[in-house]
């Protein structure tokens, strides 16, 4: 019988797809609203792999997926039939990961069990007493996974006074602003047509993380004009009725490319920002920060956030206990990465056009939390 197949993507890492046959009728009687698979639970090698499921339905169909390390696909089998794809990468900790995918017929839910074994060994090494839940290593296709990232898109002068338009993957002419290549993600920065356009992406912007041990390995580009940066700001934050500062900024790593290699990182609240010089803030030179690639690292608890370059501390701030005037990060927040062109800090001493185009290269973003 022949099939339709959708896929939508919804808040929270959870996938929905959903199947309908050509002579699907609302009417149907109800033992019509019968799904039936060829399995009820399947496991998958820690090195990754995939299994197959057959689906018999006599109607309209869908599914929930619990976790986004599990990968689904739909197709149709060499006799017409519905087969479900279940795969899912290399396990990277020695824990067994367990989901489950949720078929939906009517209001009738079907439940298989999905499980994965465990690595011999961490293959991301986690802090003492942290846990990896969610990593994107950049070594998959050509764009960003959109089930993780979104670009923003906002033309120059948004904010800062920064002179890029940040676009949505490419330029008017066609050209990247952001890609993966090589096993990186690449943040591209250029002129074209008089204008400089750049990306700004923002992985997970609606569910973030709450605390947590959180890394990504850069190089940062060279240049006069040059702002790169690994940040985070709330989720689904009201900007009217919680404006900045009081909603609260996390900077892991900021640099301008007209002070070169030095490197900083600030908390921005209600009682401490830089609109009035009060920021918590600190700055340190790295040796080859532009040209060379270097961990930049937040652990960020209900009590301290620290930050780190290739594990040396950057800042520290504890939480003084007074409010959400002094610590309101103790909600979720989402990571920025951005490479903006000029502003009032990135183009302080000028910038200079001759450098374009330029890149911030990321190796890869990691997530860890407590057990």
């Not at 898109?153 to 006074?161: A, E, K, L």
């Not at 700004?200 to 190089?219: D, F, L, M, P, S």
């Not at 030179?285 to 780190?308: C, P, R």
Request: aromatic residues 10%.
């Amino acid at each position: 019988m022949k099939k339709n197949i959708f896929l939508m993507l919804i808040i929270g890492f959870v996938s929905i797809i959903s199947c309908s046959s050509d002579s699907d009728d609302d009417n149907n009687s109800s033992n019509q609203n019968v799904l039936t698979c060829s399995v009820e639970a399947v496991t998958i090698a820690a090195e990754g792999g995939e299994q197959t499921v057959i689906v018999d339905a006599a109607r309209e169909w869908g599914l929930n997926v619990s976790d986004n390390w599990i990968k689904t696909n739909v197709v149709s089998g060499d006799k017409g039939e519905t087969v479900l794809k279940i795969s899912a990468d290399v396990n990277p900790t020695t824990r067994k990961r367990e989901g489950t995918i949720t078929f939906m017929v009517g209001v009738e839910r079907k439940m298989i069990a999905v499980s994965q074994e465990a690595s011999a060994g961490d293959i991301y090494p986690a802090p003492d007493g942290y846990d990896l839940v969610w990593h994107d290593e950049f070594e998959v296709g050509s764009e960003l996974n959109a089930d993780y990232w979104t670009h923003e898109v906002q033309g120059s002068g948004w904010v800062n006074n920064e002179l890029q338009n940040y676009v949505n993957h490419k330029s008017p002419e066609g050209r990247n602003v952001t890609e993966i290549r090589n096993g990186s993600l690449m943040i591209n920065c250029f002129k074209e047509n008089g204008k400089i356009y750049s990306g700004r992406v923002y992985a997970n912007v609606n569910t973030g993380w709450q605390y947590g041990y959180i890394e990504a390995r850069i190089k940062l580009p060279k240049g006069k004009g040059t702002w790169p940066a690994f940040w985070m700001m709330p989720c689904n934050n009201d900007f009217g009725a919680n404006p900045w500062p009081k909603c609260g900024e996390i900077d892991i790593m900021e640099e301008v490319g007209c002070v070169p290699n030095e490197v900083s990182s600030s908390l921005h609240a209600e009682g401490h920002n830089h609109t009035n010089n009060t920021q918590v803030t600190h700055a340190m030179t790295i040796d080859k920060a532009e040209g060379e690639f270097h961990v930049y690292a937040i652990e960020w608890t209900k009590d301290n956030i620290t930050t780190y370059v290739d594990g040396k501390v950057q800042l520290s701030y504890d939480n003084d206990g007074g409010g959400v005037r002094n610590w309101p990060y103790d909600k979720p927040f989402y990571v920025i990465l951005n490479l903006a062109w000029g502003g009032s800090w990135g183009g302080m001493s000028g910038v200079d056009e001759n450098v374009l185009p330029v890149a911030m290269e990321i190796d890869y973003v990691r997530v860890f939390q407590k057990k």
